[in-house]
């Protein structure tokens, strides 16, 4: 709600966030009792470059969505950058079949660590600009 700083009603959904992404990236395992977050609920497409959506996924997707709600009282004073930070970071929640180019660069948990960072920094770069 404060522009130029992490708000501390979004400091929750930020844990949330990189605790999911990191989890649904494979960089650590988490056994949860009930729920493994990397179980997949369903597949969007065949092949190499299908999209899996796991609870991990929208665990991340969530979190994004509750930063980007609390983001502003008044939704008229978002900018077109807000919206944008929001639409990028899905993306790249989502766009796990691209860690197939990265993966034949980087090894593995290199690749997984960048795309956590970077999809990391999209929610807090909302949360602060907001």
């Not at 978002?78 to 090894?107: C, D, H, K, R, S």
């Amino acid at each position: 709600m404060a522009t130029g700083s992490i708000d501390i009603n979004d400091v929750p959904f930020i844990f949330v966030f990189a605790f999911a992404a990191a989890a649904g990236l494979g960089l650590f395992t988490v056994p949860l009792p009930l729920i493994d977050l990397d179980a997949t609920l369903f597949t969007l497409g065949e092949g190499p470059g299908k999209l899996a959506i796991t609870f991990a996924t929208i665990a991340s997707i969530l979190s994004l969505g509750f930063t980007f709600y609390t983001n502003q009282l008044d939704y008229s004073a978002l900018t077109t950058v807000e919206y944008w930070m929001v639409i990028a970071t899905v993306g790249l929640v989502l766009a796990t079949p691209f860690q197939i180019i990265i993966n034949t660069v980087l090894p593995n948990q290199t690749a997984a660590f960048v795309a956590w960072i970077v999809q990391s920094s999209g929610v807090l770069a909302l949360s602060y600009s907001g």
